[in-house]
């Protein structure tokens, strides 16, 4: 696993200042390679969903192809992100292509990109103590299951877990005021 510190300490000099488009981008960017690089993720893989200040939607803030690609309302019995927001807690989904779920944003392309099924799925909250604002999901796609990978286990969600909590304070510093991706 690559050294949260250094993310961390990064993370410190680019929020030092609050808010700033370009702080928050850095923040979101940072975090996702991070977890790229811990589970042999593409970039399209990771991505980071924020509410809305009266918490009824999940907005992209990445990937950076969906972060104008709708909204999902948290009231949605079918999307995962919204049931792990309503749940308050994390989950793993390792037959993710045999549950009901949003297709929708399976088959939007990033650039340069084939549309790539997702076969597993984890994902938790991200919280500051009691407050909640959005969910991180990590997923593993491929054409079939054999070329998705191996599966979350119950270490990589305690993992997740507990990096997004030292994470969620820098998040915080920078987070717009009523984010919505790019649909403002």
Known sequence: MKDI?????????VTSAGHSDTAFKSVVD???????DNFELQLDEVAILLTDKDN???????????????????????????????????????????????????????????VRKIWKMMSTILRQGDVKFGVIELSRKGVSLHESGEDFSTENLEFLESSIREFSPYFVKVLPGDFRGKLL
């Open 56 to 114: 009824m939607i999940l907005s992209f803030a990445a990937p950076e192809h969906l972060v104008n690609a709708g909204m999902i309302p948290i009231s949605s019995p079918d999307a995962f992100a919204a049931r792990v927001f309503k749940m308050n807690r994390g989950m793993i989904e390792n037959n993710f292509n045999q549950m009901k779920h949003l297709h929708l944003f399976e088959y939007i392309k990033g650039p340069g990109e084939k």
């Open 5 to 13: 510190n250094l993310l961390i300490e990064k993370l410190k000099m």
């Open 30 to 36: 940072d975090v996702v390679k991070f977890y790229c």
